[in-house]
């Protein structure tokens, strides 16, 4: 059974930071490509962020390019993202993915979590 659990959700500031993970189970989590999607109440799920296995490829939704990080330790597989900046236009709840090829498109994930909640207070 494959699972994918977010932590690290909560309340923030705006102009705040928080570092949300994500651990795999019952997949060799190597081999995945890795996303983070968020989606706000009454919004479309939103591309994040997308990691390729190794962790060398990686890309950004526009909206958070160069406040967002995304980063994996498969030793611990755990992929991680750092969010500094924040803005309340950032509030959603946050869903990591596994995909056999990293990209964009919320098809190609084959496993979700069920997100952690982020707040930003303006």
């Known amino acids: 059974q494959v699972q994918l659990i977010e932590s690290g959700g909560g309340l923030v500031q705006a102009g705040g930071s928080r570092r949300l993970s994500c651990v795999g189970s019952?997949?060799?989590?190597?081999?995945?490509?890795l996303g983070w999607f968020r989606q706000a109440p009454g919004k479309e799920r939103q591309f994040v962020a997308t990691i390729s296995r190794n962790g060398v490829d990686t890309l950004y939704a526009t909206s958070v390019k160069g406040r967002f990080t995304i980063s994996r330790d498969n030793a611990k597989n755990t992929v991680y993202l750092e969010m500094t900046s924040l803005k309340s236009d950032d509030t959603a709840n946050y869903s990591c993915a596994a995909a056999s090829r990293w990209g964009t498109p919320t098809t190609r994930y084959d496993y979700w979590g069920q997100g952690t909640q982020v707040t930003v207070s303006s």
């Open positions: 019952g997949l060799t989590f190597s081999t995945y490509a």
